[in-house]
């Protein structure tokens, strides 16, 4: 269908001067539909309103758009912790523990409210950040959780990756229906104290 003539059907998320946000937009609404293996770029490019030559402008495939939808999914979960994070102040090791709790419960909501943008996020569709490279977000919070005394400075080392690893195995078991959702708040609680983040 001729993208010169063709009017959308219905309301759309594109505006001109957009049309890439308008396709990533549409994608991440499939992923979360139908999961990204049945994602095609042509169908985006439909319910956009827009010919399939047009979205092959701005993505050269459907990797390179299933590339950012993975970045998106993963912007989207830093704002999802940040949110939570931000109820609890800096700079009280009380804080410091709920903030910790706030972000691990977080990152397992997001991943049970979104399954699918939450499983491309981290899948080889999503580039790796640059080698030692860290999510400012975390490394802020452990920041403050040394910084108030919750967290040792000699087991700082190497926790956030131990904590990343922890609560996105979580989330993937709880996604796989290994244990209910309203068991997190157990587990993260527990690995707080393993990690002496609590007493």
Known sequence: MPGSTSTPTKDRPYHHGDLRGALILEAISQVEAVGMEHLSLRSVAHEVGVSPSAAYHHFADKDALLTAVALEGVAQLNVSMASAMARYPRGEAASAQERASA???????????????????????????????K????????????????????LREGSEEVMWSAVHGMATLVLEGMFAVDEVPRCLAALERMMRLRP
């Open 103 to 133: 972000a691990g419960l977080a990152y397992i909501t997001f991943a049970v409210d979104h399954p699918n943008l939450f499983r491309i996020a981290f899948s080889g569709h999503c580039p790796r950040p640059p080698e030692r490279e």
């Open 135 to 154: 999510n400012p977000l975390i490394v802020e919070l452990f920041d403050d959780l040394v910084a108030t005394g919750v967290l040792p400075a000699e």
